[in-house]
């Protein structure tokens, strides 16, 4: 009988709080899509200024406001954007932006740290000359942080580099900041300068921040008012919003200042893990909730065994490979969910061991 849940699979999995409903039920709510929705009006003005951008639109996820901000700095048929191959966009998003927009990707190497190397950058962008041939290049895109690379953080100084090369071309500079949050914390930075160099920036809400449902795009009024128009094509546009803006809105004032205890369990976490014979990990890489640890000997602790031992004590990881699983800390685990979970992977580990060792 499963006694506890702990699911680590990811920071979209928590529930909406008590408080979080409460104002759902009381939210002042008009029809969005005519542009009258007020609680809808006072989350976008309350991010747009937090993140230091003119405007703001609530989309509904992460994928939309990445496919809309990614459309609409890139509205000419046979543009390029340059982007990470480790990228959310390039590899979760559908190719959206190609089989939707006609933006050809160029991919450049993500580094371990979530970076592109700047040169490489430069050296991807397209000669204008060469127009006949290439694709025109129009927009650089960052990942903030860069979960595939272990949610790592992407510095200010690096971001102006990027947004200062954009600017010498001519380009626009987009931050995919489906947890910017996680970053301005992890790098004690505020969040509106750790964007200021961006055009754009997409930023989760319901991840790190904990809100059920959406995603907020910024930039400037020009941008917003084209992004506006490409999520209603989009089928984006939505009635009542104010429902969701709601919880948002409670979970931007309730969760940012958690994120910092979820950064030290991720590390505790990573620590304790470390300390499990058979288990891999380097904590220097935490920076901020994801936790991605390596099987020593997958040929003895099975990635797919483990992970259904710990379903049967109500533990759920996201197995990412056959010697490599990804934990993902939120505001609803807690300290005492953390030494349930390194028990439980002790023992879950010790017995795949024995179990080989019988053969
Ligand atoms: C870095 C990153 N960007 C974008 C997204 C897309 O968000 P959504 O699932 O809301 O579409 C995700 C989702 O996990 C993500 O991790």
Do not use: W
Not at 6 to 34: C, F, G, I, N, Y
Not at 205 to 229: D, E, H
Not at 260 to 269: C, G, I, M, T, W
Request: charged share 20%.
């Amino acid at each position: 009988m499963v006694i506890r849940t702990v699911d680590l699979r990811s920071d979209t999995v928590t529930k909406p709080t008590d408080a979080m409903r409460a104002a759902m039920a009381s939210a002042e709510v008009e029809d969005d899509v005519l542009g009258s929705d007020p609680t809808a009006f006072r989350l976008e003005s309350e991010i747009a200024m937090i993140m230091g951008k003119e405007a703001a639109l609530f989309v509904p996820s992460g994928t939309m406001g990445n496919l809309i901000s990614v459309l609409v700095h890139c509205e000419t048929r046979g543009s390029e954007v340059i982007l990470g191959d480790n990228s959310h966009i390039h590899i979760y998003e559908n190719g959206g932006i190609s089989t939707l927009g006609g933006v050809h990707p160029r991919t450049v190497k993500n580094n371990p740290d979530g970076t592109m190397d700047v040169d490489l950058i430069e050296a991807a962008i397209r000669d204008p000359d060469g127009e006949l041939f290439y694709p025109t290049t129009r927009l650089i895109c960052l990942e903030n942080t860069q979960a595939n690379c272990g949610g790592r953080c992407i510095s200010i100084e690096y971001t102006d580099r990027v947004g200062a090369l954009a600017k010498k071309h001519g380009l626009k500079l987009h931050i995919d900041g489906a947890r910017i949050f996680n970053a301005a914390v992890a790098l004690k930075v505020p969040v509106h300068r750790l964007v200021q160099a961006a055009d754009s920036v997409s930023v989760c809400l319901s991840k790190g921040l904990g809100a059920p449902v959406g995603s907020i795009i910024v930039g400037s009024k020009g941008f917003i008012t084209k992004a506006k128009r490409m999520r209603k094509a989009l089928g984006g546009g939505m009635r009542q919003i104010g429902v969701l803006c709601a919880a948002a809105y409670v979970a931007l004032q309730e969760n940012i200042p958690k994120l910092q205890e979820d950064h030290r369990r991720a590390k505790a976490l990573a620590d304790g893990l470390n300390q499990i014979q058979g288990l891999k990990i380097d904590a220097s890489t935490v920076e901020t909730n994801m936790v991605f640890f390596d099987i020593v000997d997958a040929s003895t602790i099975s990635v797919v065994k483990l992970c259904k031992i710990l379903e049967q004590h109500g533990i759920l990881m996201m197995p990412v490979s056959s010697s490599s699983i990804r934990l993902v800390l939120h505001h609803q685990i807690s300290d005492s969910d953390i030494q349930y979970t390194l028990s439980c992977v002790q023992r879950g580990v010790l017995q795949l061991q024995a179990e080989a060792y019988n053969k």
